[in-house]
């Protein structure tokens, strides 16, 4: 039993006692000045995070969602930097939770990396504002152009709704280095509109313009303050190849297209002219059809 009393105790390596961090003692006055240093770094860690949300709601730009991740990084920051004065008031042997800290900051890096980009990327896109809530976008996608309207900003993804009702989640690093374009930004959108008109020999072209042209301005959602106007695609000895342009709402274009369509058709009907009416068309296909 004596043998077994007088055995030592076998020291298990990794583990910091009290006695690691403060091998010299402690006295009143530290303990005092300790408590002191985590108290203020706890109050200066209050004031920041408010000073931190004020200063983000007066910032154009800033999401709710960022403001809050940043003020409790600040309270956070100066929170642990008034408990490391408390620990060096105390006289603490701050190596083993230094090197403890390094390893668990290497860690959250490597699995947060990807996170973080996205939140920076995030940061930027809503202090730049390159996108806005309901704003219409069009980027690069895997499969091809995504044409979309913005309903979310967040710290990581910007949620897009396209026109036949998918929601699509696009990394923000994504869309800060992809191609993006903005639809909506301008206030307003143009469209086309093909006209192919049968040449008369009582027929005056000023007057299909005029047909045109009044036909587009009374269609709903036709901007008045752009008016349409036609330019000339091509003219050959059977037909004149018109293209009438209009302004519209950036989210009305397929409706007031489809107006603009139907108008322009019924004037010409009305006027006794002999034409074809379409939208613009994408571009032609690598093998051309046998007929038109």
């Avoid at 190849?241 to 297209?257: D, E, K, N, Q, S």
């Amino acid at each position: 039993m004596s043998h077994e009393a007088d055995a030592p105790e076998t020291e298990r390596p990794g583990i910091v006692t009290l006695g690691d961090l403060f091998p010299d003692g402690l006295s009143a006055w530290q303990i005092v000045l300790a408590v002191l240093s985590v108290l203020v770094g706890w109050l200066l860690s209050r004031f920041a995070r408010r000073g931190v949300l004020k200063l983000a709601a007066r910032t154009p730009g800033i999401s709710d969602s960022v403001a809050q991740l940043a003020a409790r990084f600040t309270q956070y920051a100066l929170l642990l930097v008034g408990v490391g004065v408390g620990l060096a008031f105390l006289g603490a042997n701050v190596q083993p939770l230094l090197a403890m800290t390094a390893i668990a900051v290497v860690v959250l890096i490597l699995v947060l990396r990807g996170v973080a980009d996205n939140f920076a990327a995030g940061v930027l896109i809503q202090s730049r504002q390159s996108v806005k809530i309901g704003e219409e976008i069009l980027i690069d996608g895997p499969d091809g152009a995504i044409h979309g309207v913005v309903q979310e900003l967040n710290g990581r993804t910007v949620i897009l709704t396209t026109v036949d009702g998918r929601t699509v989640h696009v990394p923000n690093a994504a869309l800060l280095t992809g191609v993006l374009v903005n639809d909506s930004r301008h206030g307003a959108r143009r469209s086309t509109v093909d006209i192919r008109v049968a040449r008369a020999a009582a027929l005056e072209l000023d007057v299909v313009v005029d047909v045109i042209t009044q036909a587009a301005s009374e269609v709903e959602g036709v901007h008045s303050r752009e008016h349409p106007d036609v330019i000339f695609a091509s003219v050959s000895p059977a037909r004149w190849m018109l293209t009438l342009r209009i302004w519209h709402h950036p989210l009305h274009g397929t409706a007031v297209v489809s107006g603009a369509v139907r108008g322009v058709a019924e004037a010409l009907e009305a006027a006794g002219i002999e034409a074809v009416v379409t939208p613009q068309q994408g571009p032609p296909p690598l093998i051309s059809p046998e007929a038109i």
